[in-house]
């Protein structure tokens, strides 16, 4: 697993160096976001939860039937979208309400 972090659209808010469990996400000299190691990304999602202009995506790899696919999220008030961007060029979403999501 590993996330991608588009630079030209980073706004150098650090959110997501903030919330890496792994201390993988580093900030540059022009305060950008990025990860120098991809690889060892645990896929946790947290950056992608906290980046709020949606720089950061997550690679879906052939074992989650992605094969290269990426996902994104956008926060719409306790609504959290999960997007994914087929290789395809399709676009599938996922709303999650998260006051609700662990309720049993």
């Not at 900030?27 to 896929?43: E, F, S």
């Not at 946790?44 to 052939?62: D, M, N, Q, W």
């Not at 926060?75 to 959290?80: A, F, M, S, Y």
């Amino acid at each position: 697993m590993s996330i991608a972090i588009n630079q030209n659209v980073c706004i150098g808010c650090g959110r997501c160096h903030d919330v890496c469990p792994g201390t993988l996400i580093k900030i540059n000299a022009d305060h950008k976001a990025y990860i120098k190691y991809p690889k060892d990304c645990w896929g946790c999602t947290s950056c992608l939860k906290e980046c709020p202009v949606h720089a950061i995506r997550f690679y879906l790899g052939a074992d989650m039937g992605g094969m290269g696919s990426l996902v994104h999220t956008e926060k719409e008030g306790d609504i959290l979208r999960w997007i994914v961007e087929w290789t395809d060029g399709t676009v599938s979403e996922i709303q999650v309400n998260q006051k609700e999501s662990n309720q049993y």
